[in-house]
């Protein structure tokens, strides 16, 4: 992966496909410029055996072809800047992915477009599930909720066109000043 | 600074849109593969690039959605476009500057753009 968005993407991408109805990411920056992903969702979670064996390349919960890249990457990458990633999940339950970067190491990947990431997730998840995001400085604080908007929206859609213009204009002017720390 | 007060603008004028549209239900759909393989390769500007076009374009007959790995990571980012009616055509190795040709090509003069489908790609 070429850029933290694009584990952003493809790490949420998961918890779509465990049926979450709500996932939460969340974004901290510290004093020190380490940077804690956290993902959250209410999806099928995973049993302890499967737990145990998903930082593997060739695990995946898909029947169709025996790899699955997607949590071993951002652990990669992570442990590359002195980071880490640790999982926590339930069966029934959901899961939880926090992954830690050093964003002053020289390995760290660069920020990539956050902003385009977070909209992708809600353009291509229109129905279901409900995405809330949260972004945190020492100095700013961004959040972003589609339940609110759905709420909102009354029975509109999310990804029709002017409801994308809205969306997107909104995580531009939230989460643009926080994400773009590189 | 964005309001939900917006929102309810927005929402009443699309409304009536929307439902002129489901009247219509000959949606064309763009298919984007958003896999790890398709996420590394790109596939989220194009995703991007495509949305956008179809706004600027006003096309309110095409809907985007996504797809998971098909097996030929090699040719990602892939899109399908599923024209109701027609075969169904698989642009691959995209990225989002081949994207308004499609747009303006397949989706809107009901054109294959050749060069850019699998066809063409397993030939050379």
Not at chain 1, 106 to 123: F, N
Not at chain 1, 163 to 170: H, K, L
Not at chain 2, 40 to 62: H, Q, S, Y
Not at chain 2, 101 to 109: D, G
């Amino acid at each position: 992966m070429r850029d933290l968005s694009m584990h952003v993407l493809d790490i949420a991408q998961n918890s779509v496909k465990a049926n979450a109805k709500t996932v939460s990411i969340s974004f901290t920056v510290d004093e020190h410029r380490w940077l804690t992903i956290v993902f959250t969702d209410d999806g099928t979670g995973m049993a302890p055996e499967l737990l145990q064996k998903v930082t593997d390349p060739f695990t995946t919960t898909r029947t169709t072809r025996k790899v699955g890249l997607g949590i071993p990457l951002i652990k990669e990458n992570a442990e590359l800047t002195g980071g880490t990633v640790t999982i926590e999940s339930q069966p029934g339950k959901g899961t939880t992915l926090t992954a830690t970067f050093d964003l002053n190491h020289i390995d760290c990947p660069p920020m990539g477009d956050m902003c385009d990431t977070l909209l992708t997730l809600v353009l291509l998840n229109p129905d279901q599930p409900d995405f809330v995001f949260h972004a945190q400085t020492p100095d700013r604080e961004a959040s972003f909720d589609t339940r609110v908007i759905r709420q909102a929206l009354d029975g509109v859609a999310l990804n029709e066109p002017e409801v994308t213009q809205w969306i997107r204009d909104a995580i531009n002017e939230e989460f643009k000043p926080i994400l773009e720390v590189q | 600074m964005k309001s939900i007060a917006e929102l309810e603008a927005i929402r009443q004028k699309t409304l009536e849109r929307v439902a002129y549209r489901k009247e219509a239900d000959n949606d064309i759909r763009v298919v984007v593969g958003m896999a790890t393989c398709g996420i590394a390769a790109g596939a989220r500007p194009v995703m991007l690039a495509f949305m956008d076009e179809i706004k600027k374009r006003g096309l309110t007959n095409v809907t985007v959605s996504q797809t998971g790995c098909i097996g030929m990571c090699r040719l990602e980012p892939m899109v399908d476009v599923i024209v109701p009616g027609k075969t169904k055509v698989t642009y691959v190795n995209m990225n989002p500057d081949m994207v308004p040709r499609i747009v303006t090509e397949h989706l809107v003069n009901g054109n294959p753009v050749m060069e850019y489908t699998i066809g063409a790609a397993e030939d050379k």
